[in-house]
């Protein structure tokens, strides 16, 4: 199974929107296209996380986090050192395909959504300079006193503001399948009014496959959308998700390898084993980071 490194569906030939910035591809892994959230080594350096991916042959890194600061566009390496972390990463032959971001688009509170802004305004900024063509935002829960067509009026029209910050700066907004919009259909509602190479969807297999629906109609319900995908692996003990190894958990990994080479994807695949929010029994980084790369060469 090889990924490749041309679009992967729902991009405009000839067009000059965000969806055609694409990062250059590591060719280690036999072609496929790996990269780690930084949510898998929270208490790891820059430094330690791009020695960690070029020695396993990994070509990307999503930040989500670094150290104790969870908004990398507060810390130096993002701000005035960015010229030496960008040469590190070059020199190391790394990308950054995808910044994961807190934007939540079910913000109630106008001083709570002027926040989701301003972030997305750094962090679009940041993608801008990195050469990152995608910001993972979440759709967030529902509250209280809001029902379902409140819920989903709001989020279409936050959206449509991250979509415009973002498209100056030729990155896109990806929509990840988490909370209220875990499932298909929930997404489709939201996306549906939205052309791909403007928003489109981070795949989180695990919260799609707990919400009860399998990886084959999952990616042919989201095929167009479907831009990156979080993998991780877990058991479920006593209603709680415990983080594993990939290959050591229940979910089914290899139906959405198929599922996804069924639907022609040539995207990123990005390891989200959590263990700066499990630090405890998620697997540490030094096992899972290889592990994850072996791994994908087994199912390549």
Request: with cysteine; proline share 6%.
């Amino acid at each position: 199974m090889i990924y490749r490194s041309s679009r992967s569906g729902g991009g405009r030939e000839g067009s000059t929107g965000a969806f055609d910035k694409r990062p250059a591809r590591n060719e280690n892994c036999r072609g496929m296209n790996l990269t780690i959230s930084t949510l898998t080594c929270p208490d790891w350096s820059l430094a330690q996380v791009v020695e960690a991916c070029a020695a396993a042959g990994i070509g990307g890194i999503d930040f989500r986090g670094l150290g104790g600061e969870i908004d990398i566009t507060r810390l130096p390496e993002f701000t005035t050192d960015l010229a030496q972390t960008l040469e590190l990463l070059g020199r190391n032959n790394l990308t950054v395909p995808c910044f994961n971001t807190s934007v939540t688009l079910i913000s109630p509170s106008p001083q709570r959504w002027q926040e989701m802004l301003d972030e997305a305004y750094r962090y679009a900024a940041l993608a801008a300079k990195t050469s990152t063509p995608y910001l993972r935002i979440f759709g967030g829960a529902l509250p209280k006193g809001i029902n379902h067509d409140e819920a989903l009026a709001m989020a279409a029209r936050h959206l449509r503001q991250i979509v415009k910050i973002c498209k100056p700066h030729r990155t896109q907004p990806l929509l990840e399948t988490h909370d209220a919009w875990s499932t298909s259909g929930a997404v489709r509602e939201l996306l549906h009014e939205f052309d791909p190479a403007d928003a489109a969807l981070l795949w989180d297999v695990e919260h799609t496959y707990r919400a009860g629906e399998s990886p084959r109609d999952t990616a042919e319900a989201l095929r167009r959308h479907i831009r990156h995908v979080h993998l991780k692996d877990s058991i479920t003990v006593e209603g709680k998700q415990v983080p594993k190894l990939l290959g050591e958990g229940d979910l089914p990994l290899a139906d959405v390898f198929k599922a996804l080479r069924a639907i022609g994807y040539e995207g990123w695949f990005c390891l989200e084993t959590e263990k700066r929010w499990h630090p405890e029994i998620a697997p540490a980084p030094e096992v899972s980071v290889p592990n994850f790369a072996r791994f994908m060469k087994a199912v390549a």
